[in-house]
Nanobody, 119 residues
Framework: QVQLVESGGGLVQAGGSLRLSCAAS????????MAWFRQTPGKEREFVAA????????YYLDSVKGRFTISRDNTKNTLYLQMNSLKPEDTAVYYC????????????WGQGTQVTVSS
């Protein structure tokens, strides 16, 4: 089992920045590929970014490339998502996830953190 807890969400104006964190506990964090997803009411959960266990490969949703940066610190069992140049369409609940393959499926999920970008 891996327990995941997100933090860092909040309200920010368009063009602003936020840094999300995902603290992991339980089984060895460094064994898992990690990802961020997001979801808005009435829509399916959407992949945002993924990073392999070593950090050697990273993948992004096209609409966040150049604005978001995913990273991880295996010594701190923590995943990050630095979000810059935020847009109102980035408003969503953001979830971190852990799995055996970066392509999914992801086996463990956090409870989510709300990000709201005002125009």
């Amino acid at each position: 089992q891996v327990q995941l807890v997100e933090s860092g969400g909040g309200l920010v104006q368009a063009g602003g920045s936020l840094r999300l964190s995902c603290a992991a506990s339980g089984r060895t964090f460094s064994r898992y590929h990690m990802a961020w997803f997001r979801q808005t009411p009435g829509k399916e959960r959407e992949f945002v970014a993924a990073i392999t266990w070593s950090g050697g490969s990273i993948y992004y949703l096209d609409s966040v490339k150049g604005r978001f940066t995913i990273s991880r610190d295996n010594t701190k069992n923590t995943l990050y998502l630095q979000m810059n140049s935020l847009k109102p369409e980035d408003t969503a609940v953001y979830y971190c996830a852990a799995g055996g393959s970066y392509k999914g499926p992801y086996d463990y999920w956090g409870q989510g953190t709300q990000v709201t970008v005002s125009s």
